[in-house]
């Protein structure tokens, strides 16, 4: 079965740090580009971070760029994304995703969320 499981979400207070892992297992991810997305309550998910299959490109959201790092060990099948200096409109469901490219981000697979709370 192929999936994606996130973890390390949780309730950090504003300023604090996070840093949120997802692992693919039934398919080897080396070969496709994975990033972050998010959802806040009664918002649309929206983009956070990209990176492609060989981590040397990544791509942000400018809601999140100079705070928040993707990266991604192949060896462990696994994509990272570290998030510095939270913010309370940070708060929100956080989705792995994966794709062939990375424009085609979003359509591809998806993971079953882990939730960041960022208290004030």
């Known amino acids: 079965q192929v999936q994606l499981v996130e973890s390390g979400g949780g309730l950090v207070q504003a300023g604090g740090s996070l840093r949120l892992s997802c692992a693919g297992s039934g398919r080897t991810y080396n070969d496709y580009a994975m990033g972050w997305f998010r959802q806040a309550p009664g918002k649309e998910r929206e983009f956070v971070a990209a990176?492609?299959?060989?981590?040397?490109?990544?791509y942000y959201a400018d809601s999140v760029k100079g705070r928040c790092t993707i990266s991604r060990d192949n060896a462990k099948n696994t994509v990272y994304l570290q998030m510095n200096s939270l913010k309370p409109e940070d708060t929100a469901v956080y989705y792995c995703?994966?794709?062939?490219?990375?424009?085609?981000?979003?359509?591809?697979?998806w993971g079953q969320g882990t939730q960041v709370t960022v208290s004030s």
């Open positions: 995703a994966a794709a062939i490219t990375v424009q085609a981000m979003g359509k591809g697979d």
């Open positions: 990176i492609n299959w060989s981590g040397g490109s990544t």
